[in-house]
C-alpha cells in the first residue's frame, strides 16, 4: 500500500480512530438507533418525534450469518485487478438489537466463521484512489 | 365469500431470453388468457397492469400499453408497480374494481424485457441510496441469499445436497412445462459442479433473469355464472401487506436491519408474517394447502418460504424436501411450475405467473405436472422494500 492518506470510504459513517465506531442516530424519544444516520422522522410506527442524537455504535456484536463475493460486484464496487474474493458478515449487536453488514478483514475465510461468533468492527482499505486510500469498516474475530 | 372473483383464463408468453420488446410478451399472454377465458376483448373494461422500469415509458404505464397494444376499446386502466408483487396489486386492483361492482371482467397482465448482467445502480457518489451504498461496499442480490441460506445450515442443519435436491426436484418437474426457460433436468453432481458464487451458494442455486409474460382474466362471481364458468378457480385471498417494524432479518438492498430497542418493538421476518393475512381472508389454514409456489431466487429460500407459509415448523423444511413431500405426488408439492429455477425471474410478471400455474392445477389442466386433486394453492413472493405477496386460489 503506498504513502496515501486514509479517507473514509463513505463520510460521516464511521469514526477514523484506533478502535472504531459506526456512527449512527438514536430517537430521543423512543430509543430507536439508525444506521445509516436518520435524522429527520422516527420508523417507529408508534413515535413520531424529529428529535435525534448522533451515537457511536457498539463496536462488538455476534455473526448472525457469514458468506463470501467469489465474483466481481458491478460499479460503483471498486475491485482490485485481478479481482480478490472476501468474506461478509451479518453482525447482531446487542444493545441496538440490529444487524449490520460489512466485509470481513481480509485473511479470514468463510470456513474460520460460525454463527454466534464473536466480532469487533475495524477499518481497512476498501480500495485506492488518485489522492487517498479510502477505508469502510469491516468485521473481525474477536481472538479468544 | 363475498371477496371472491373468478379466474375464467390464464395465459403466459413462454420465458426465455428472446430479446424483444416487453409489450409483444404481454399480448401474447393477453391473447392467450382472452382465448382461454372464451371473453371477447370487447368485453374488457378494465386493464390491470404490472410496471416494468426497464423498458422506459410504455413500462410505467404498462396498463395504457397494453389496452393500447390490443386496441383501445375505451376500458379503464390501471398500473401497479411493487417490485415482485407488482403482478399481485396489479390483480388486487382489479379484485377491488370488481368487488365495488365497477366492472365485470378485468384483464391483469405484466411482461418484462431484461437487461444482461447485474441489474447495477445509477453512478455518481450517492450515500443516500442504499442500493449505492450495498453495492459500493461489495454486497450483492447473491449475498442476502446465501446469508439466509447459511444461517439455516447452521441453526437447521441443512445441507449443501439439501440445497442442490430442490433444484433437482424443480428442474426435473420444470423440464416438463413447456412455457418455463431451462427445461433441462439437472444432478445434484451439475449443481455441485457449478461454480460457486456466494457460499454456500452455486451457480445453480441462484435464478436468472428472464423475459416473459403472464396474464389472467378475472370476473365477477355473478360474470363466471352467466358465461357458465360458476365453477372456474377462484382468487381467495391476496395479502400485499408491509412489514412490521421492526423488521429483523437483512433485507435487499438495505446495509442493516430495523433496529429493535425501542420499548413494545420486537424483531420480526416480513416472510413470516406475509402469508398470515392471505390465511385469515381465506378463512383457511396451512392445513388445507394441497400446493404452493413459492419464490425461490435461491435453491435455499425455498426451504424458508416452505416453513413462512406454515408447512413445516421452522428449522423442518429439509426434512419435508428428503421425505419426498414438496415433490409432485408427495403431500404438500411445491413449485410444480419448476420455480424461479426454471423460468427465471420476469419482475412485473412473476407473480402473475405463479397464478397461472395455479388456475391451471385446479382446473387439473396441468398435464405431467398435475397434482391430484388440488382445491387449495398459495403463492408467496418478495421485492424489494417491503414489496410483497401471496395470493390463495381454490376451486
Ligand atoms: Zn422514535
Not at chain 2, 368485453?43 to 410504455?58: I, L, M, N
Not at chain 2, 451457480?203 to 355473478?222: E, H, N, P, R, W
Amino acid at each position: 500500500m503506498s504513502e496515501k492518506p486514509l479517507a473514509p470510504a463513505i463520510e460521516g459513517w464511521h469514526t477514523m480512530t484506533a478502535k472504531p465506531h459506526l456512527i449512527g442516530t438514536q430517537c430521543a424519544a423512543c430509543g430507536t438507533y439508525f444506521f445509516p444516520k436518520q435524522s429527520q422522522y422516527c420508523k417507529n410506527p408508534g413515535c413520531d418525534s424529529t428529535d435525534f442524537r448522533e451515537v457511536e455504535l457498539s463496536r462488538t456484536g455476534q455473526v448472525w450469518s457469514y458468506t463470501n463475493a467469489c465474483y466481481q460486484p458491478p460499479e460503483p464496487f471498486v475491485a482490485p485487478d485481478p479481482f480478490e474474493p472476501y468474506t461478509i458478515a451479518a453482525v447482531q449487536l446487542e444493545k441496538e438489537e440490529m444487524v449490520v453488514l460489512g466485509q470481513v478483514v481480509k485473511g479470514v475465510d468463510v470456513d474460520d466463521l460460525e454463527v454466534g461468533m464473536t466480532m469487533e468492527l475495524v477499518l481497512e482499505p476498501l480500495h485506492e484512489t488518485d489522492d487517498d486510500i479510502k477505508v469502510s469498516w469491516k468485521w473481525q474475530p474477536v481472538a479468544s | 365469500m363475498s371477496n371472491e372473483i373468478a379466474i375464467l383464463g390464464a395465459g403466459m408468453h413462454p420465458w426465455g431470453k428472446w430479446g424483444h420488446n416487453f409489450v409483444q410478451y404481454g399480448v401474447a399472454a393477453a391473447r392467450e388468457a382472452l382465448a382461454d377465458a372464451g371473453v371477447p376483448w370487447q368485453d374488457v373494461s378494465f386493464v390491470s397492469g404490472g410496471a416494468t422500469v426497464r423498458c422506459g415509458y410504455p413500462g410505467y404505464v404498462a396498463g395504457a400499453t397494453f389496452a393500447q397494444a390490443l386496441g383501445w376499446q375505451g376500458a379503464e386502466v390501471n398500473t401497479s408497480y411493487a417490485a415482485c408483487a407488482s403482478g399481485s396489486q396489479a390483480l388486487a386492483a382489479a379484485r377491488n374494481k370488481i368487488l365495488a361492482g365497477e366492472c365485470d371482467v378485468a384483464l391483469v397482465v405484466g411482461a418484462d424485457t431484461t437487461p444482461k448482467g447485474f441489474l447495477a445502480p445509477a453512478k455518481g457518489y450517492r450515500p443516500e441510496d442504499p442500493d449505492w451504498v450495498r453495492f459500493y461496499l461489495g454486497i450483492t442480490n447473491p449475498t442476502y441469499f446465501a446469508l439466509y441460506a447459511r444461517r439455516r445450515m447452521d441453526l437447521y442443519g441443512d445441507t449443501l445436497e439439501d440445497f442442490a435436491a430442490v433444484k433437482v426436484k424443480n428442474s426435473r418437474i420444470g423440464s416438463k412445462n413447456p412455457r418455463a426457460r431451462y427445461r433441462k433436468c439437472f444432478t445434484a453432481e451439475d449443481v455441485a459442479a457449478s461454480a460457486m458464487v456466494a457460499d454456500p451458494l452455486r451457480l445453480m442455486d441462484i435464478c436468472a433473469t428472464s423475459d416473459g409474460g403472464a396474464a389472467l382474466i378475472v370476473s365477477s362471481l355473478d360474470y363466471a355464472r352467466k358465461i357458465g364458468k360458476g365453477d372456474a378457480p377462484r382468487v381467495a385471498a391476496i395479502s400485499t401487506v408491509t412489514p412490521t417494524f421492526a423488521s429483523g432479518v437483512v433485507e435487499m438492498p438495505d446495509i442493516a436491519t430495523d433496529s429493535a430497542a425501542a420499548d413494545g418493538v420486537e424483531a420480526r421476518s416480513f416472510r413470516s408474517t406475509l402469508p398470515l393475512k392471505a390465511y385469515e381472508e381465506a378463512g383457511i389454514g396451512p392445513e388445507d394447502v394441497d400446493l404452493a409456489e413459492v419464490y425461490d431466487l435461491s435453491t435455499a429460500l425455498e426451504l424458508d418460504w416452505i416453513e413462512d407459509l406454515r408447512l413445516a415448523p421452522r428449522g423442518e423444511a429439509a426434512a419435508l424436501l428428503r421425505n419426498g413431500d414438496t415433490s409432485l405426488g408427495g403431500r404438500i408439492p411445491v413449485n410444480v411450475s419448476g420455480g424461479l429455477a426454471c423460468f427465471g425471474e420476469a419482475v412485473p410478471a412473476q407473480a402473475l405467473a405463479q397464478v397461472c400455474e395455479l388456475t391451471w392445477q385446479l382446473r387439473g389442466e396441468a398435464g405431467d405436472r398435475q397434482v391430484e386433486g388440488a382445491k387449495v394453492g398459495i403463492t408467496a413472493n418478495q421485492g424489494l422494500f417491503g414489496h410483497g405477496s401471496s395470493v390463495i386460489v381454490r376451486t
